[in-house]
């Protein structure tokens, strides 16, 4: 069966400091990896999207690496600002055929930041 | 703007009356599909439409019913809600599912049935 799971499950961290979460999956066979944040009660927004080939992406302040051999991914937020408080969500996209869609969803990391 | 607009934002109804969440996108997306979110358990997918006429269920599909008339609207349909229903429900457009185009999200519908 497909899953992601995402670590931790909540982060506190104080304003002005660097984070990391973690992303692995399990799905089959992979086409791409998406990472979104998700302000509460808003619909989640795209931070970044990888396909297999691609190891890093940024998006201002956000990086996201992938190791399709680990099936893991990771986003590292730099310099991290009270706006970055949010979930945030790991979605993993299997060949169509692969799922009821393709979509696999983590269940989030909620990250909170601290002045 | 492009968008996904879903309507109403906030909604309480009691046990058993009909309802439909509306879904709307500007885009020319193939793919649409809706998702509820309830603590702890992160975004489950509700049903999904490949393209105009051509719907599926996902993960929780029981108590729903969609239509795919036309290619902008998905709308969402509790024939007769109950409690175990009220979540948030997200809509989402792409222009396909599974590559790499980025997802949509409408902004939310908070449902409550009591």
């Known amino acids: 069966k497909n899953q992601v799971e995402q670590s931790p499950q909540s982060l506190i961290i104080l304003e002005g400091k660097n984070c990391t979460l973690q992303c692995n999956y399990t799905v089959s066979p992979f086409s791409n990896l998406r990472w979104y944040k998700q302000d509460t009660g808003r619909g989640p927004v795209s931070l970044t999207i990888?396909?297999?080939?691609?190891n890093t992406k940024s998006n201002g302040r956000y990086t996201a690496t992938l190791d399709a051999d680990t099936k893991q991914s990771s986003l590292h937020i730099t310099a991290s600002q009270l706006s970055d408080s949010a979930s945030y969500i790991c979605v993993v996209s299997a060949l169509r055929g692969g799922g009821a869609d393709g979509l696999t969803f983590g269940k989030g990391t909620h990250l909170i930041i601290q002045p | 703007e492009a968008q996904v607009t879903q309507n109403p934002r906030y909604l309480i109804t009691v046990t058993g009356k009909k309802l439909t969440v509306t879904c709307s996108q500007n885009m020319n997306h193939e793919y649409m599909s809706w998702y509820r979110q309830d603590p702890g358990l992160g975004l489950r997918q509700i049903y999904y439409s490949m393209n105009v006429e051509v719907t599926d269920k996902g993960d929780v599909p029981e108590g729903y019913k969609v239509s795919r008339k036309e290619k902008r609207n998905f709308p969402l349909i509790l024939e007769s809600p109950s409690p175990n229903q009220t979540s948030l429900y997200f809509c989402?457009?792409?222009?396909?599912?599974?590559?790499?185009?980025?997802?949509?999200f409408g902004s939310g519908t908070r449902l409550t049935v009591v």
């Open positions: 989402a457009s792409s222009l396909s599912s599974a590559g790499v185009a980025g997802y949509t």
């Open positions: 990888m396909t297999f080939s691609e």
